[in-house]
């Protein structure tokens, strides 16, 4: 990102670090790092310091309440200027579109403001107040770089729209003279003390309709001065790109046009009335009147577009920076929004970049009018050696914005769309940034899935599930467990989920989250763990409705399917005894025999030893009966 260097750098004190101190930083998340003393250059300090962590980050206005609108909406204008296609042509029609979209929300914001700066408590006005003069300066810069490089107009002629950027950047001045023309009566400059303050005013911004009404006004209207000077203001040319004159046969009529009126201010035409005089000089060009004037301005841009409305009409762009230059130079202006605006006139792109960083609405408008410049194939920044690097710049602005905004609890997904869109380092940035998200409600856990699944960073979504998983075994909850290692398809995890399902089960005998153990479905072939786990609980349901010869089958499926974990060989023993003892045959003697294999091989766990010669037992009960039931049917 281009930044300017500074010559002040910002120090900051840490609370309770001494002098011989060691300090040790890390990286946390988005923009925050923390400090913290690590150990001392002499050991019998060592214990001598805080042992705090101390949280250093940046402010960052953006995480207002009241510029969350801001972000938001803005967000969803960058989002649309991604599908326009450069191969369509010329996208200026479309991106002048987007840049006014733009605008309009930085005006919803900065009207906002100033509601909230009425209704706010003098102690929270302040901060109100700097927002407002943040984004007035942001609309401004921004209002001029669309005129100047997006709503381009036929033969370059800047001064019609740079006279309507002032008007719109400077409405006080139509307010002074609304109130005084609203009276409609003569005798205005005695009525209001303003009076010529506001004529000069207008005249400085263009609005000769304006001045020729607040002249109507004055007690001297009749006089011939005024007359004459009506009749000039009547007949002064206005270039038009769209007229029917071409530039140079305007020049020629505004040239007429000029000599007739500094004849008449040589033949001392307008000496009645001083301040009459003083206007008509300042509208014939006269510049030391244009710099007694200045008083009346609130920058230096407004000499500018004055200058040029009566030395130079047909000023066009490339002309700009001479006179931008001369005039900025004398006022001494050295804001970053008078140097943003200079650079614009200047045509320098790369200085425009470096001031507007310094206007202190963390990236928003660099990102965002960058962005808008390289999608109009306007942006051409060269580095020291003369290599392009646009798009480097353009990547690495949205980068930073992304990554500021990844930084606030609610803001992180429209961070993320940024980032999304960086082709070279953004799914990097996204992927690191998004696994040092706060966790939070599991509504919040999801939307971090969903993104890092989007964007197909497989480990990350497995990383997230798995400390959701964990969370939930701590707190007891095996059922969600098992859902987020599912959702992770971690298994090992899946398998030790399991085995904390079969182990309660070994515990207390009670079979917990049965709806989600009876409807895993594909799920279960994810581990062996599980598949044993799930038929066990489908053994469990079907002993439970009373279908015992596919309960048998299944409970002996298990046996010699060598899934069962070693723990778990007497809980099935256990569990043939019943079927063994039916009143119906259930199990066939090749059960038996497969029973029989199985007590000799798993039969030794201690648990099961009292219910060894029980099973022994019903098995050699259930063998008879089934062998005589075999033998019978074979002889039918």
């Known amino acids: 990102m281009i930044m300017a260097e500074t010559d002040n750098p910002l120090t900051m004190g840490i609370p309770n670090i001494y002098k011989n101190l060691c300090i040790s930083a890390s990286w946390i998340n988005s923009n925050k790092i923390s400090v913290y003393a690590t150990k001392s250059i002499n050991d019998k300090d060592c214990n001598r310091h805080d042992p705090a962590v101390h949280i250093l980050k940046p402010e960052v206005i953006l995480f207002s309440p009241q510029l969350r609108k801001l972000v938001n909406e803005s967000n969803g204008v960058f989002l649309s200027v991604r599908k326009i296609k450069s191969s369509s042509g010329d996208v200026r029609t479309e991106l002048l579109q987007h840049s006014k979209q733009y605008r309009s929300i930085l005006r919803a914001c900065i009207e906002s403001l100033q509601d909230i700066c009425g209704k706010s408590l003098y102690n929270k006005t302040e901060s109100f107040e700097n927002f407002l003069t943040i984004f007035y300066q942001i609309e401004c810069v921004w209002h001029l770089t669309e005129i100047l490089y997006i709503d381009t107009v036929p ?47 207008c005249v400085l911004h263009g609005k000769l309709d304006s001045v020729q009404a607040l002249l109507s006004l004055h007690s001297k209207v009749d006089h011939p001065a005024f007359v004459t000077a009506d009749n000039i203001l009547k007949t002064m040319p206005m270039y038009n790109a769209f007229g029917s004159y071409s530039v140079n046969e305007f020049i020629m009529r505004w040239k007429h046009w000029q000599l007739d009126l500094c004849a008449n201010i040589s033949s001392k035409v307008f000496i009645i009335d001083a301040s009459l005089e003083m206007t008509m000089k300042l509208i014939a060009g006269e510049q030391e009147v244009l710099w007694q004037l200045s008083s009346y301005t609130d920058a230096w841009y407004e000499l500018l577009a004055a200058k040029l409305l009566y030395t130079c009409p047909c000023c066009k762009q490339p002309e700009l920076a001479y006179h931008a230059n001369s005039i900025s130079k004398r006022w001494q202006a050295n804001r970053p929004s008078d140097n943003a605006i200079r650079a614009l006139m200047e045509s320098d792109l790369h200085q425009v970049i470096r001031e507007i960083q310094y206007m202190g609405d963390n990236g928003w408008f660099a990102t965002h009018l960058v962005d808008l410049l390289y999608t109009c194939g306007r942006l051409k920044i060269l580095d020291r050696d003369q290599i392009e690097v646009t798009r480097q710049l353009h990547e690495s602005l949205i980068l930073e914005y992304g990554n500021t905004l990844m930084g606030h609890h609610s803001l992180w997904q429209c961070g993320a769309s940024y980032l999304i869109h960086c082709s ?213």
């Open 155 to 201: 033969g370059d002629v800047v001064l019609p729209q740079l006279l309507e950027w002032i008007k719109f950047h400077f409405p006080s001045t139509e307010h002074m003279a609304s109130k005084i023309l609203a009276q409609k009566a003569l005798g205005a400059e005695l009525k209001h003390a303003n009076y010529w303050e506001t004529v000069i005013r």
């Open 424 to 636: 070279i380092q953004g799914l990097a940035r996204l992927e690191l940034l998004i696994q040092s998200l706060p966790m939070g409600s599991e509504a919040r856990v999801n939307k971090i899935i969903d993104m890092a699944c989007t964007n197909k960073m497989d480990h990350v979504v497995t990383s997230v599930c798995k400390i959701q998983g964990i969370k939930c075994i701590k707190q007891g909850r095996l059922g969600n467990a098992l859902a987020w290692a599912l959702k992770a398809q971690d298994s090992s995890f899946i398998t030790y989920i399991a085995d904390q399902f079969l182990k309660q089960y070994a515990e207390t005998g009670k079979l917990e989250c049965r709806d989600l153990l009876e409807n895993l479905g594909f799920c279960m072939m994810a581990s062996d763990r599980l598949t044993f786990l799930g038929k066990y609980c489908e053994f469990h349901q079907m002993y439970g409705i009373g279908e015992y010869k596919e309960a048998a089958s299944l409970l002996v499926s298990l046996l010699v399917s060598n899934l069962t974990p070693k723990y778990f060989w007497s809980i099935l023993l256990s569990d043939a005894i019943p079927l063994l003892e039916a009143k119906d045959v259930i199990l066939s003697s090749s059960d038996c025999y497969e029973l029989l294999r199985c007590v000799e091989a798993h039969g030794h766990d201690t648990k099961f030893q009292d219910e060894i010669e029980i099973f022994r037992l019903a098995v050699a009960r259930n063998l008879a009966r089934a062998l005589s039931l075999e033998g019978c049917q074979v002889e039918h």
